[in-house]
């Protein structure tokens, strides 16, 4: 997570899972515990291979643990899936409207408020 509020409100909202149980933001973790973690789509699963008695910076943290590889190929899989799925949004949006047809538009939707 980018910053401790988030990771609170991640496990607050039922997104993380320690060992297969849903937990708590006082948890403590130890060396071995496995993480699952869910934000958006992406879906993480982490093994904690040492903890801190401090905080640090990122990429101190990223020693902390490491990410299954049953993890990494199901997140590449997924965005790939993702990415082939459709086109990016807003990519079909055909030709910029015209001031005469924007004006048109608007005298459709009604007064603004």
Known sequence: MKTRSLAADAVRGGHVELNGVRV????????????EITIGQTHRTVVV??????????????????????SIAARELAAEQRR????????????R??????RRLDAT?????
Request: net charge positive; proline share 12%; charged share 35%.
């Open 24 to 35: 708590k933001a006082s948890k403590d973790v130890a060396v071995a515990d496995e993480l």
């Open 97 to 102: 409207p015209t001031k005469r047809d924007r």
């Open 49 to 70: 291979r040492a903890v801190s008695d401090k905080r640090g910076p990122a990429p101190v943290a990223l020693t902390l643990y490491e990410e299954t590889p049953q």
């Open 84 to 95: 082939l799925q459709s086109p990016a949004p807003g990519a079909d949006l055909g030709a």
């Open 109 to 113: 939707r009604g007064p603004r408020r």
